[in-house]
């Protein structure tokens, strides 16, 4: 008697097919080495801006309490008047924008993008998590360095637009229509007599 030999289990012909190649990687960008120089020319420059913007906020935070105080004294010591109130009023307003201008703005932005060069979003981390996060996100390869960079310029660039400047303007209307109204309102009282 022969020996029983193990069943043969039949293997499924594999499909041979032709071997695909695998999918390029793509290549690195090659960066140009003005990348870096017209980085921080735009980061500089968007610095600048809001530096100017925080000057002429506070240039006009300062005439427009000069302007009030002056204008409270002034009804302090005299009937009520209608120019007055108009001076005091719309100063009191423009110096609000203006404040609200230079307001120092921290935390995550509404897109939810972090920004690890920013001390609004890195003052919560140690210094190890800190340069741990850092290289991790930001330091890894040159790609990651300009990302950063770029993000931290958009950033600045949305506080401006949207905050800084956009304030710095309502203030220096809100004070010239100010200005206007109570000489327009002045002469007029003093044409036609009092309005109130």
Do not use: C
Not at 18 to 34: D, S
Not at 99 to 115: K, M
Not at 134 to 157: K, P
């Amino acid at each position: 008697m022969e020996p029983l030999s193990p069943p043969t289990v039949q293997q499924p012909e594999e499909s041979v097919s032709p071997k695909q190649p695998e999918a390029p990687v793509a290549p690195k960008k090659k960066w140009p080495k003005e990348a870096v120089t017209l980085l921080r020319t735009t980061q500089q420059h968007h610095v600048q801006l809001s530096m100017m913007a925080d000057q002429k906020a506070n240039m006009l935070i300062g005439a427009t309490f000069v302007v009030f105080t002056l204008a409270i004294g002034q009804g302090a010591n005299e009937a009520f008047s209608l120019p007055l109130l108009i001076l005091a009023g719309t100063a009191f307003a423009a110096a609000g924008f203006g404040a609200l201008a230079v307001l120092p703005q921290t935390g995550t932005p509404a897109s939810g993008q972090r920004n690890w060069l920013f001390f609004g979003n890195f003052s919560e981390l140690d210094a190890d998590s800190f340069y741990d996060k850092l290289v991790d996100s930001h330091l890894s390869d040159q790609d990651e360095v300009y990302r950063a960079m770029s993000l931290d310029i958009h950033q600045m660039g949305m506080v401006l637009a949207n905050k800084k400047y956009r304030y710095l303007g309502l203030a220096y209307r809100v004070f010239l229509i100010g200005l206007t109204l109570t000489f327009a309102v002045y002469v007029l009282e003093k044409l036609a007599g009092p309005l109130l």
